[in-house]
């Protein structure tokens, strides 16, 4: 659906070129860290790999964007990126809490984002499923698919005339669940993964000592750590167009280009943040 | 002990103050019209249905809400910094926030009527005199709320995020949360409450939003009292029980099992409102019925 | 949506945003000069001026048909260009210009990401996605480098280089005194205390909301413009009420007024802007029936 003569956007596959060349960016930011130090390149690594669990995890989130603000459609009735970015913040607020804790370990720091993150979208899932049903008095129902696969419920006769379905069905809201607990995964990881080069690295770059830097370095992770997480989500978002039911929506079958194309740019930005510790410029 | 109790206080109280805004938000958003549900008010025009309510096109609710809650938190770090009372940065900051929101608001609404004048639609003053500062009040009590709420987080319970980060954080988990609970009943009980009560809005209905209402002309100023009545504290619920539960499962069991405890009790609430979902999802079915019968060969 | 035909082509735009951005930049480096901080204005005016040409690019990219809104344009801008910023302040005096050239560097890659990965195939979308990032990276700098007085990073970390000696404990960013071996806090800075986060933000929305706003088939490029400039100055009063922590009263309260005229000027302009395109500007007038069915 463009306006001004750009070409259709491609199908559901994989563009062989564009993913060639993406892994050849990934492997050049790999590559540089490795260069520059090696002890950048476990923390890049892990910052790919929470770059590509945030746009996996944002294809579970059931969007129904205007339409489903009017009872026309199934899902939740907000923006894609934005309702992926409140439920992984709501994680990464948890999880970077169990670090600065004295307990808190990698583990159950990014174990902890992930709850965080799913238990803020079964909350708000739950919720509009009520709204729907108490406040609307209307039943569940997709519009993609005739029965739910996991409860076996029937939709066709439940879905009112003239509309595409509405509300959560419960095949949505696990979807839901799930794509907040990843998405959490995926931020909190990234954050922890630039909170301990930030500690490390910025107390040699400033001559300061360690407990003093820790205040700079968390919120420095933090604010980078929403920047990857909206970059991310936009990205998964742009590859999902707008509307998703869910892990059943056809729409699914487009995560793997969404997944290399996230990892692809959290390599290249996480190369550049690694940039600012090591010994250029200043 | 005293740690703890503290904290389950704090807690309490944080929850408290995110219901409220929580409520708060979502009324505001629908006495503007933000968000979904406004893509119908900017489509009525275009179908010949011309009306009387404020359009205010400013973003979703999230990145809009992120926006005034980082404003007041980083404003009231800021006086903070100077060594005032907090209670009075909290306050200075949701102000300077509130005069933020409201100047987005009337820009919102001239902008996109101003744009639709091709379709006739006339730009109302009287609606930007009245409505905004009703916005602006809503809005206030829903940042000075979260602001209060990242102040206690911050200092009381010891996050070690900074207040103006926190601020963000919040504010877009809020109008993540206004925005999913209260914009289907905006949108389909209030627009178009001339539909059938019970079923979805038909697509051929698009556009035709109610605009003459119960004594004349529609105004957006009735939305805050239908909103009130159920999607604004369904909001509140959402959002304090986010807040409180999230806060709740850390303080008390974030030292069990060497911090898994606080992760157990997260999957343990999950698990009991996926439960509570599948209730009232099997409810709705079993008491509204199907809309017509289940064919023979659907399977 | 169609892309209204304006006065200004966007290169203008780009050409004039790009240079006033890093000229108003530049121009804060007035304060170490000559030791007083009431030129950090400048950086917000430079802000602005990236604001103002982003908007335009917004409209460019938002007309060939995204699939998703116009916010997230303006996240995805902000979002990469924070980054840029932050790396970008290391280089001391050439702070800026490398600011500029990992922003492109950045946003290239991102648009390449998006058009040949995600396969949206839109043409502008790399260099759209490169003048974002570019637009971005350039606004936090200009809206830091007027809120501390500096824009290279171990200034930003510390706080501000206030040199009005009376108010040297508070805008000093918290070290207990100035221009002597001090121990620094950091935590009390812009950076710091993560008020770099409000200008994050601030940006992001004042980036998108111009041609989110204004939005419809009348739309026009001066009116849109107009409300650029005004986002801008009114998120620089915002970002002015905060620099008075790191600057002082005085520099502080210079700002906070520069920002406020310039913003009342560009509001009102707005307003009469809008009274122009607009069908009817009715005060307390019934709906204008046009014979839709009800």
Redesign the interface.
Known sequence: MSALGGAAAGGDGINPTGAIVGIVIILVSLGATMMLSASLVFPLIGIIIGGALIGFGVHFVPVGGAPAAMGQAPGIATGVAMLAAGAGLAGLFGGAWAYASPEGTFLTAIVGGAVGGGLMMAITCLMVNATYVFAMGIPAASGKVAKDPITGDTFPEYKSQGTEGHGLPFISFVGGVIGGTIAGLGGTLIYIEILDVYNTGLTTLLQAQGEAIQPLAISLAGILAIGFFLVNAVLAAYNITGTIEGPHDPKFKRVPRAVIGCAVASAFCGFIALLLVVNIGM | MEEIVLGIGITALAGALATVAGAAEDTESDIGSQ???N??V?LAPQ??????IFNK????????Y??WC??G???A???L???YNPALAIILGSI??VF?QG??CT??Y?????????????????IIKSLTSVTMAHAFVAIFCTTAMCYLMATALH????????????G??L???G???????????R??QNQK??????????G?II??AEGG?RSSLDNGWFTTK??GP??G??FG??VF??LWR?ILF??SL???G??IV??I??LV??F???W??V???KN?G??????EA?? | MEASAGKLSHNTLMAYGLVIAVVGTYLTYLNVITGIAVFSFFGGIAAVAALWWGSDTIKHLCSYGLGTGVPSAGMIAFGSGALAMIVGTKFGMASPIVTIIIAAILGAVIGYTANNIINMNIPVMIMSLMELCIVGALTMLGFAAMCTGSFQFQDLVVGSMSLSVESAGAAAGGAQTFLVTAVPQYGNSLIGGAALAVIFFLGALALQHPFNACLGPNESQDRTLMLALSCGFLSMIAVAVISIVFLGLLAGTVNVIISLLAWIYCYKSYIELSKRDAYAWLDSKPILEVGGDQ
């Open positions: 968000g979904d549900p893509s119908q900017q179908m010949g249905y011309i009306h009387r096109a400013v973003s979703g609710e999230p990145p809009a992120g926006l980082a404003i938190a980083g404003v770090w800021a006086f910094q100077l060594n300077v926030a933020i100047i987005y820009s919102g001239l902008g996109r009527t101003a744009s639709l004048a091709k379709f006739k639609q006339p730009v109302y003053i009287d996050h070690p995020f900074a207040l103006p980060l926190l601020g963000l954080i919040w877009i988990a109008g993540a949360a925005s999913a609970t209260g914009n289907p009943f905006y949108g389909k009980e627009q178009y009560f019970g079923a979805g809005v038909p697509i051929s209905a698009s035709n605009r003459y002309q159920f999607a369904a909001s619920i959402c029980l986010i539960l999230e850390t974030e030292t060497g911090g898994w606080a992760i997260g999957i609430l999950i409102f996926t509570i979902d599948r009232i999802e409810w709705g079915r509204y199907p809309y017509t019968e289940a064919e659907s399977s």
